[in-house]
């Protein structure tokens, strides 16, 4: 008889936890987050679903409904899932965006990890401060507002968001005006080099970059770019992105997404199960996985 470790073995028990996106096939979470529940032991798996923005609140409810323990949203969801949550964190409700839904006693919970693994990527990874330093932030989207609100109420002095269309940008510094006081801007890309000097890190919060040729600052050029500047790409893979090449040659320090998506999953796994997730397996798994050393 073969002997077989019930660890791998899915049965009726097994719980199921999801990440919805579109598109999700790019996404690393799957890898991350079932290396983290094997390791603890967790009859679960995790799997990601292709969901169209249309279908999105039919399939959270849909999933929760058969049994889902937990959802993570990426990319274009975390918005678009504001009004048909029951309850929302302190976090989810300042940011507006969720990126992981939980049920407490059949009520549909939203939170947000973005903003804890933004701050403990930058903190612990980079070692940045935050607070008294300037940022320019790259995008108006959920994560995007993640980045800005981390960025904010850990003391940033001055944070500029940039984004194609200035209009949503401006949507953002509008809902942080509270909590900005004075130190949230919004530009328009044509304009990031009027930011001479001063620009302790910048942030890439957009998708451009996935396509190995794009780089957001590719219309503008990399002036803004200055030696010993921090550039945070959130993109994990391809890494480096274009954007990460350019600024490294200009002789910026560089760091792609790999820790924020760790650290956000890992948050996410910690309020599904109420336990602490282990960081470290899951940023191994990822870069075995890409076949990177760190």
């Given at each position: 008889m073969v002997k077989r470790d019930m660890k791998e073995v899915i049965t009726g028990k097994t719980k199921l936890f999801a990440l919805l996106g579109c598109p999700v096939s790019h996404s690393l979470s799957p890898v991350m987050q079932n290396a983290a529940l094997s390791y603890i032991g967790a009859d679960a798996r995790y799997m990601?679903?292709?969901?169209?923005?249309?279908?999105?609140?039919?399939?959270?409810?849909?999933?929760f409904r058969s049994g889902v323990s937990g959802i993570n949203l990426t990319v274009p969801h975390k918005e678009k899932a504001l009004p048909f949550m029951n309850e929302l964190s302190i976090t989810a409700a300042a940011v507006g965006a969720v990126n992981t839904i939980a049920?407490?006693?059949?009520?549909?919970?939203?939170?947000?990890t973005d903003v804890s693994g933004i701050l403990r990527a930058l903190k612990e990874d980079a070692g940045r401060a935050v607070s008294g330093e300037r940022y320019v932030v790259l995008g108006a989207g959920g994560a995007a507002r993640?980045?800005?609100?981390?960025?904010?109420?850990s003391g940033a002095d001055k944070v500029y968001l940039i984004n194609r269309t200035v209009?949503?940008?401006?949507?953002?510094?509008?809902?942080?005006?509270?909590?900005?006081?004075?130190?949230?801007?919004?530009?328009?890309?044509?304009?990031?080099?009027?930011?001479?000097?001063?620009?302790?890190?910048?942030?890439?919060?957009?998708?451009?970059g996935l396509d190995d040729n794009s780089s957001p600052l590719n219309a503008c050029g990399y002036d803004i770019i200055e030696r010993g500047m921090?550039?945070?790409?959130?993109?994990?893979?391809?890494?480096p992105t274009v954007l990460l090449r350019?600024?490294?040659?200009?002789?910026?320090?560089?760091?792609?997404?790999?820790?924020?998506?760790?650290?956000?999953?890992a948050e996410a796994l910690r309020i599904w199960l109420n336990k602490e997730a282990p960081v470290k397996i899951m940023k191994q798994s990822l870069l075995n996985y890409l076949g990177r050393d760190t």
């Open positions: 990601a679903f292709d969901v169209k923005p249309e279908f999105l609140s039919q399939a959270v409810e849909g999933l049920v407490n006693d059949g009520r549909i919970t939203g939170h947000n993640a980045v800005v609100y981390a960025l904010l109420i209009s949503r940008a401006e949507e953002v510094c509008f809902d942080f005006e509270a909590i900005a006081g004075g130190r949230l801007h919004s530009l328009s890309l044509r304009d990031i080099n009027v930011l001479n000097g001063g620009i302790d890190g910048l942030v890439n919060a957009t998708s451009v921090l550039v945070y790409d959130l993109i994990y893979s391809p890494s350019k600024a490294a040659e200009r002789g910026a320090l560089i760091m792609d997404g790999l820790g924020m998506l760790v650290y956000q999953g």
